[in-house]
Structure formats: structure tokens, C-alpha cells
T-cell receptor, first 114, second 111 residues
Framework: NAGVTQTPKFQVLKTGQSMTLQCAQD?????MSWYRQDPGMGLRLIHY???????DQGEVPNGYNVSRSTTEDFPLRLLSAAPSQTSVYFC?????????????FGPGTRLTVL | GDSVTQMEGPVTLSEEAFLTINCTYT??????LFWYVQYPGEGLQLLLK?????DKGSNKGFEATYRKETTSFHLEKGSVQVSDSAVYFC?????????????FGSGTRLS
């Protein structure tokens, strides 16, 4: 089991560029999420999915799009990058949506927007 | 709203010292409580959790007890090692919510 994988590990963009952060899991988890981590702020939820074809917004969704066409993959799209989107992005998955469930995190993507 | 407050870092200790990282929470009902650890250059991983009052989570020598009366979930370890250097996050999921809507504290760096 590879667990949760993310690509790329590092990315530098110019303001206005678009890109897609990739996330995949091989644990057959239904729930997948994207978080951003900023200094001194812990992690904040961007978007999440409760299963293939179903997505919803989290706490900070503006400027990001997601889709979930398969159980395994959950890409995050930046439509027009802004310096405020400079952050470390983590993808996570969990087996079910129960509040007691454990989240499994990927290694992260460090994004810099110039 | 629901929130988590944990002690500010960084915390610097000598090897074999006793560790306490304080965490308190605000939430209705009985949330699930977690400690996640982030080693340098890696993603977060679950360290321990407790899902009901008075439960004690434990792993790798770390312990935390779910205290409903003081709304706390303090992390402790009797003898820290150099390999424990990392950032520790206290977190909760409200009882009415899903695992994805986990609420994190700001993290405490341990050196």
C-alpha cells in the first residue's frame, strides 16, 4: 500500500497561472479532503468529497476547484494563482465519514506563487 | 464555534525530559479528540486519539486523556527522545460532523 500520494512535491507559479495538484489513495477510502497549512494556523479545509461524483466546500474554497471521478483520485485545481495561495497543501483520506475516523495524510505539496 | 487551543511553542527539552503539551477545546457534546504529529518534511500522521470522555489514547510512549470536565486533552510523554522532534497538532471532530471537517490547533514545535 502506497497510502496517500501527492504530486508534485514542490511547485512555483506566476500570478495568474493555473495548475492541478494531484492526489491519489489506494486504500479504497470513500472520504477525501484537501487542506492548506499556513504558519501558525494549523490546517484549514478547502474542499472534500464523500465519494465518487460528490464534492463539497470546506472553510476556504475560493480560488480552488475539485472533482472526483474515481474513488482513488481527487485533484485540486488552482484556476488563477494568487500570492495568497502560497502554502503547503495536504490531501487526506478516511475510510468513512464518522467523526471518530482517522485521517491519512499525503506528504504535501509546497506551492509558491510569485 | 468549535475550536482547539494548544500551547504555543517552540518547546525545547533535553533528552529523557518529561513532556507536556497542553490542549483545550471548545465544542458542543462529545467531540472526538486527536493528536497528530508532523515530522520534518512529511505529512501529518495520527499519534493517538480518544473518542469518549475519560478515554486514554496512547502510542509510542505518548498518552492523552479525554477530560470532559476541563475540556482538555493534554499530551504527555515520560522521557522524550531526539527522534520525537516534530510539530504536534491537537485536533477535534464535532460529534455531528464528518472526519473531513476536523478542526486543528495551530501546532506546537518540539525540539
Amino acid at each position: 500500500n502506497a497510502g496517500v500520494t501527492q504530486t508534485p512535491k514542490f511547485q512555483v507559479l506566476k500570478t495568474g497561472q493555473s495548475m492541478t495538484l494531484q492526489c491519489a489513495q489506494d486504500m479504497n477510502h470513500e472520504y477525501m479532503s484537501w487542506y492548506r497549512q499556513d504558519p501558525g494556523m494549523g490546517l484549514r479545509l478547502i474542499h472534500y468529497s464523500v465519494g465518487a461524483g460528490i464534492t463539497d466546500q470546506g472553510e476556504v474554497p475560493n480560488g480552488y476547484n475539485v472533482s472526483r471521478s474515481t474513488t482513488e483520485d481527487f485533484p485540486l485545481r488552482l484556476l488563477s494563482a494568487a500570492p495568497s495561495q502560497t502554502s503547503v497543501y495536504f490531501c487526506a483520506s478516511s475510510l468513512s465519514g464518522a467523526s471518530t475516523d482517522t485521517q491519512y495524510f499525503g506528504p504535501g505539496t509546497r506551492l509558491t506563487v510569485l | 464555534g468549535d475550536s482547539v487551543t494548544q500551547m504555543e511553542g517552540p518547546v525545547t527539552l533535553s533528552e529523557e525530559a518529561f513532556l507536556t503539551i497542553n490542549c483545550t477545546y471548545t465544542a458542543t457534546g462529545y467531540p472526538s479528540l486527536f493528536w497528530y504529529v508532523q515530522y520534518p518534511g512529511e505529512g501529518l500522521q495520527l499519534l493517538l486519539k480518544a473518542t469518549k470522555a475519560d478515554d486514554k489514547g496512547s502510542n509510542k510512549g505518548f498518552e492523552a486523556t479525554y477530560r470532559k470536565e476541563t475540556t482538555s486533552f493534554h499530551l504527555e510523554k515520560g522521557s522524550v527522545q531526539v527522534s520525537d522532534s516534530a510539530v504536534y497538532f491537537c485536533a477535534l471532530t464535532p460529534w455531528y460532523s464528518s472526519a473531513s471537517k476536523i478542526i486543528f490547533g495551530s501546532g506546537t514545535r518540539l525540539s
